[in-house]
């Protein structure tokens, strides 16, 4: 059974920076790519970052291209997201997902973590 588990969630005050983590308890951390989306309250979950094994292929959305960074340490079967000049409208619960790269850029990634919410405050 695969498990994704994300942290490095909390509040934070627009302009500033966090950095989420997701955590893999497979044990083989071989997933073609990982992706972080979020879901704010009352919208769609949506694509943020996708990453595939290699990092040598990275995909943003625009409204967070230029402020976050997505990549991933196989060795440590780690992904994380570098959060900066946060806006308010970054607040949402974020989730990390695995699987094909095709399923990661289509939002059904095979496996889902349990999520982080990121509170902003102006």
């Known amino acids: 059974q695969v498990e994704l588990v994300e942290s490095g969630g909390g509040p934070v005050q627009a302009g500033g920076s966090l950095r989420l983590s997701c955590a893999s308890t497979?044990?083989?951390?071989?997933?073609?790519?990982m992706g972080w989306f979020r879901q704010a309250p009352g919208k769609e979950r949506e694509l943020v970052a996708a990453?595939?094994?290699?990092?040598?292929?990275?995909r943003y959305s625009d409204s967070v291209k230029a402020r976050f960074i997505v990549s991933r340490d196989n060795a440590k079967k780690q992904a994380y997201l570098e959060m900066s000049k946060i806006e308010p409208e970054d607040a949402a619960v974020y989730y990390c997902?695995?699987?094909?790269?095709?399923?990661?850029?289509?939002?059904?990634?095979?496996?889902w973590g349990r999520g982080t919410q990121v509170a902003v405050s102006a």
């Open positions: 990453i595939n094994w290699k990092s040598d292929l990275i």
């Open positions: 497979s044990p083989s951390f071989y997933f073609d790519a």
């Open positions: 997902g695995a699987g094909t790269w095709d399923l990661i850029i289509t939002g059904t990634p095979d496996y």
